[in-house]
């Protein structure tokens, strides 16, 4: 934090995912290996579906060349890359895991009540991962607190632009019609942050013990929700013990 400025009033909090409202083990362990158990019988069931013909194509056109668009969707898959077409396909097999119950969206256990008091006291609250819209309000809305997506206003994803530039701050803000600097990020990633601020966003980092994240020192930091409410005026639910 710079220099004991005092802080925007917040009218809004937009929140990463992975590592901030649900473990890192839980993307890692539980989603990432479904998707790439379920690729080739979804695409020879799938194929022909627009949606997912249309990934195929985009990622035939991001490959290696001479490599086929399934090779090159597995490598993006090893290396976690956050791609277009590997994250709309990521969304549109988690979908039957979600909806048979398979799956349930990991939420820590401080994030619903504070999400639910934020918006209980007028805070706009949005949702910025790399995994899709769709794969977005799968997990929230299938999530261990049950569905959550009524309390947002907001998906977004890299269509925006990537998560480390911050051009893809300022659009957010724009799209939500709100000064930037009334905007809360939240998110374990210190370049997510950086790009954040750069935008002119308020950023708090996630350091949740039980994900291993180490404090960058270059942002306000909070080892869950209700840590980040104190420090920025927003409400703190009571939770249960
Ligand atoms: C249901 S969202 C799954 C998260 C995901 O696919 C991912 O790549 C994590 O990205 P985040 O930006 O939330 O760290
Ligand atoms: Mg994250």
């Not at 649900?22 to 479904?34: D, G, Q, R, W």
């Not at 819209?133 to 990537?162: C, E, I, M, R, Y």
Request: charged share 20%; with cysteine.
């Amino acid at each position: 934090m710079s220099g004991g400025l005092p802080r925007a009033a917040l009218s809004a909090v937009l929140t990463d995912i992975e590592g901030t409202t649900s473990a890192i083990a839980f993307v890692k362990e539980t989603l990432f290996p479904y998707a790439e158990r379920a690729l080739d019988g979804f695409l020879a069931a799938e194929g022909d579906n627009p949606e997912v013909a249309a990934c195929l194509a985009e990622a035939a056109r991001l490959a290696e060349p001479g490599e086929e668009a399934v090779t090159a969707l597995r490598r993006w898959m090893a290396e976690d890359a956050k791609i277009g077409p590997l994250k709309t396909l990521q969304g549109l097999i988690w979908r039957q895991g979600f909806v048979s119950g398979e799956i349930q969206g990991h939420l820590w256990p401080d994030v619903a009540p504070c999400l639910q008091a934020w918006a209980r006291a007028g805070i706009f609250l949005s949702v910025y991962s790399s995994g899709s819209v769709a794969a977005q309000k799968l997990l929230f809305g299938h999530s261990l607190a049950g569905d959550l997506t009524p309390l947002f206003g907001g998906f977004f994803d890299t269509a925006v632009g990537h998560k480390r530039e911050a051009t893809s701050y300022a659009a957010i803000a724009q799209g939500l019609h709100r000064p930037p600097e009334e905007i809360l990020f939240l998110s374990d990633i210190a370049e997510e942050l950086d790009a954040a601020a750069n935008a002119g966003l308020s950023v708090c980092q996630l350091v949740r013990a039980q994900d291993g994240t180490v404090a960058s020192g270059r942002h306000p930091a909070a080892a869950d929700f209700p840590g980040v409410a104190a420090q920025f005026g927003l409400p703190v639910p009571r939770l249960a013990a």
